[in-house]
């Protein structure tokens, strides 16, 4: 008894051994080190801060009633950038996709090398009429004000577009000829799915036979301390792939009548039974890219957090547990399942003689639209139930940490502030990025702007806003990434 005894607890030992010596030494420092740091540009802070507060001005929103697109608006965006950025339209061959989304071309002078493609979006979310009082500037007055640009656009993703405009523009100023050719392209519909803008962008850059080095669109951010959980730095995630969308309409069709006399399921009874079905049998959790992250992280994370994330074969249904005991983190390891839409009957008395609901997945890049669509059928179980699949696309493929446009990311922002630490992720929305897969391998998402959970709240809510000191920042990185693909691209 006592010989058990011992041996349980010698291997019980051994375990927690190995367990902490896995702490130790499983992750090893994966920051890229800078030899040199970038000095940043000097320019005219207070004229740039007040170009964006001009474009967030123009109300360039997408609707999701195509008829209420006003074409007055994504005009007078397109004349301003002319208007402020006159070397750009100088120097650049600018073309009009599908009337409205913008691609700048400046020619490099070494046709060896492939082109890089920088990409922004033009439109932004409508807001809520309810939601205005709240605002504490209107939410298209461009109102700066203690160090902050308000307005709807000022993160998604005017930003983007302005910053990249700026930093091109000075690089014309400063008299710099490209070696490599960059592309910008801007979208005019990225927030109702791109299919008029990003899409039309990239099938015409495949018809010219355009193929880039790499393609830079919005998505990740650098997230202030604390909000990279057991990491007490900044760090900057760099998106390397996108989760899929889809819908499935769920219909039951029925004879209908009197509800005096119903069925024992109404077909409302039996969509709900679907749909609780659906929600008791959620996708199977994935650590794949939680591990792609913090591979890149454990050196700089807290033991704890290192011994646990080094021992998953003892640690990862713990692991799982955690991250999907919160409906933010459960969204980063799993497809997701989401009931939003139903209908029945229009009148109390009537029984449906058609009911729906439609259940929204965000797909993880391991799962497919097919394999959603059957899990769905067979988790559901009733032939009652038809489904419809509507506006579905794939999850992204994963784009390498390995190619240049990553190492140029990765090196760039490490070389303005060494205490950033940069991971790759998987962004959890949409981008316009994802229709680009047939031009290029490595599309990576990024914008220099540091947030918290409150000025994440603003994008596509109430008080979007920027601070200044971001904007900055953001145009410095945008010049210094164009500098190292194009000028002098060294690692090309
Ligand atoms: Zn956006």
């Known amino acids: 008894m006592k010989k058990v005894g011992l041996s349980v607890l010698g291997v019980f030992s051994l375990i927690v051994i190995v367990a902490l010596v896995k702490g130790v030494t499983h992750y090893t420092d994966q920051q890229y080190h800078p030899k040199s740091y970038i000095t940043p540009i000097v320019f005219n802070e207070q004229k740039a801060i007040n170009r964006l507060a001009k474009a967030i001005r123009i109300p360039t929103v997408s609707y999701d009633d195509p008829e209420n697109f006003e074409p007055a608006s994504f005009n007078s965006m397109a004349s301003m950038l002319v208007d402020e950025f006159p070397n750009i339209h100088t120097a650049a061959e600018r073309t009009k996709i599908n009337d409205y989304s913008l691609v700048y071309k400046f020619k490099g002078s070494d046709p060896s090398l492939k082109p890089a493609l920088f990409m922004g979006h033009m439109d932004v979310v409508s807001v809520d009429e309810i939601t205005l009082d709240k605002w504490t500037h209107p939410p298209f007055s461009g109102t700066v004000e203690n160090g902050m640009i308000y307005g709807r656009g000022a993160i998604d993703d005017k930003s983007t577009v302005m910053a990249l405009m700026e930093a091109m523009e000075h690089h014309l100023t400063e008299g710099h000829t490209l070696k490599r050719t960059i592309y910008f392209a801007f979208g005019h519909d990225e927030e109702v799915g791109g299919k008029q803008g990003a899409k039309r962008i990239a099938e015409y850059f495949e018809q010219s036979g355009t193929k880039f080095e790499f393609v830079l669109d919005e998505g990740g951010v650098i997230l202030k301390p604390g909000m990279m959980p057991n990491i007490s730095q900044e760090v900057a995630i760099i998106g390397v792939a996108e989760k899929g969308f889809m819908n499935i309409r769920l219909v039951v069709e029925q004879d209908g009548g009197h509800s005096s006399t119903p069925p024992e399921h109404t077909g409302a009874g039996i969509i709900a039974q679907a749909i609780v079905k659906l929600e008791n049998a959620p996708f199977p959790a994935d650590l794949s890219f939680t591990n792609l992250t913090f591979d890149k992280l454990g050196s700089y994370a807290d033991f704890g957090a290192r011994v646990v994330m080094s021992n998953q074969w003892l640690t990862a249904p713990i692991v799982k547990h955690v991250l999907l005991s919160n409906s933010k983190t459960a969204a980063s390891i799993r497809t997701t399942t989401a009931a939003t839409m139903l209908s029945a009957s229009s009148k109390s008395n009537v029984l449906p003689?058609?009911?729906?609901?439609?259940?929204?997945?965000?797909?993880?890049?391991?799962?497919?639209?097919?394999?959603?669509?059957?899990?769905?059928?067979?988790?559901?179980?009733?032939?009652?139930?038809?489904?419809?699949?509507?506006?579905?696309?794939?999850?992204?493929?994963?784009?390498?940490?390995?190619?240049?446009?990553?190492?140029?990311?990765?090196?760039?922002?490490?070389?303005?502030?060494?205490?950033?630490?940069?991971?790759?992720?998987?962004?959890?929305?949409?981008?316009?990025?994802?229709?680009?897969?047939?031009?290029?391998?490595?599309?990576?998402?990024?914008?220099?702007?540091?947030?918290?959970?409150?000025?994440?709240?603003?994008?596509?809510?109430?008080?979007?806003?920027?601070?200044?000191?971001?904007?900055i920042k953001g145009i410095q990185l945008f010049h210094e990434l164009i500098y190292k693909t194009a000028v002098v691209p060294a690692l090309g």
């Open 353 to 471: 003689t058609q009911s729906t609901a439609v259940v929204n997945f965000r797909i993880m890049p391991n799962h497919s639209i097919d394999e959603i669509k059957s899990y769905v059928e067979q988790v559901i179980d009733d032939p009652k139930v038809k489904l419809e699949v509507f506006m579905a696309n794939n999850a992204s493929p994963v784009s390498t940490t390995e190619a240049l446009g990553y190492k140029l990311l990765e090196q760039t922002i490490r070389e303005f502030d060494k205490n950033v630490l940069v991971a790759p992720y998987m962004v959890q929305g949409g981008t316009d990025a994802k229709y680009f897969y047939r031009v290029s391998d490595s599309i990576y998402r990024f914008m220099r702007v540091k947030v918290d959970n409150e000025l994440l709240s603003g994008m596509h809510g109430i008080d979007e806003r920027i601070p200044t000191d971001d904007y």
